[in-house]
């Protein structure tokens, strides 16, 4: 059910942003504009992957909690560089393989930490393996954003064809389950918490994505991205009061520092969408 709500605003921005810039006859086969078939699939296929790890990542934060979950979801900064350099042949820059790899050290030092605290359940280690698949679901869909978006493909397309994917296969989801009844017995402040999750991180942090993605190479875009964990992690420990030590307190920094070489040492020959 989170994972239909949760697309929602997401699929709403996507067909206001449809309507706002015109952009619908990359949709229309006859039209000039015409963006092709392969590059709507690339988004199809990205909705479906995607969609697929969203409910592996629910089902990890259920078992781990957010402090095991999500630094190891974040690999995906990883997955997401290496596929990039294999299928659209994108430059891994000495400095920035280098931040890359900084930033691996640190979300094992993070994770490593965070094992050391309280679990949130006797079957805390089924959550490695779930944020590590959607850590991969994840990579392979920011690549194919990124074709897509080289190949012509609007923002605004872009992101209606993710979302109204999203939403249909999560709605078929809950089809095929026999759990579209569980949307009737659903509190308001449920209801409200996953709409609200989809504007934060599906609204805002999705539009800021697909706009990093056409501008800037993938290992850029992950390699901010991978602030994830270091703000996750603060926010749990002081809110949830999940354990926090010094372990992963080093891994927060080497994130930091990666990001910082990502960043810094910017090739010259980047192509934009």
Not at 215 to 226: D, E, P
Request: hydrophobic share 55%.
């Amino acid at each position: 059910m989170g994972t239909a709500l949760r697309g929602l605003p997401s699929l709403a921005m996507g067909i206001i942003l449809l309507w706002k810039h015109r952009t619908f006859n990359q949709l229309r086969p006859g039209s000039p504009h015409y963006i092709g078939l392969r590059t709507i699939l690339a988004f199809v296929v990205a909705g479906v992957i995607s969609t697929f790890g969203l409910c592996l990542y629910y089902l990890a934060l259920s078992l781990g909690g957010v402090t095991i979950t999500v630094p190891v979801q974040e690999t995906y900064v990883i997955w997401g560089t290496l596929i990039a350099w294999i299928f659209l042949q994108e430059r891994l820059h000495r400095f920035a393989l280098g931040g890359v790899v900084l930033i691996f050290v640190g979300l094992v030092g993070l994770s490593a930490g965070q094992l050391r605290g309280q679990p949130i359940s006797p079957h805390w280690f089924w959550a490695i393996p779930l944020a590590l698949t959607t850590a991969l679901t994840y990579g392979i869909s920011g690549v194919l954003w990124r074709d897509g978006q080289l190949r012509g493909a609007h923002q605004s397309v872009a992101i209606f064809l993710q979302f109204v994917t999203s939403v249909a296969v999560a709605f078929a989801g809950l089809i095929v389950a026999g759990r579209i009844p569980t949307l009737h017995g659903a509190t308001w402040r449920g209801v409200g918490a996953f709409l609200a999750s989809g504007v934060l991180s599906g609204v805002l942090a999705i539009y800021c994505m697909f706009t990093a993605l056409r501008l800037m190479a993938v290992a850029r875009v992950y390699a901010f991205s991978s602030l994830t964990p270091l703000v996750a992690t603060l926010f749990a420990h002081f809110f949830l009061h999940e354990f926090l030590n010094g372990l992963m307190l080093a891994g927060i920094v080497l994130v930091s520092i990666g990001v910082i070489l990502t960043q810094v040492f910017r090739p010259k020959d980047e192509r934009q969408a």
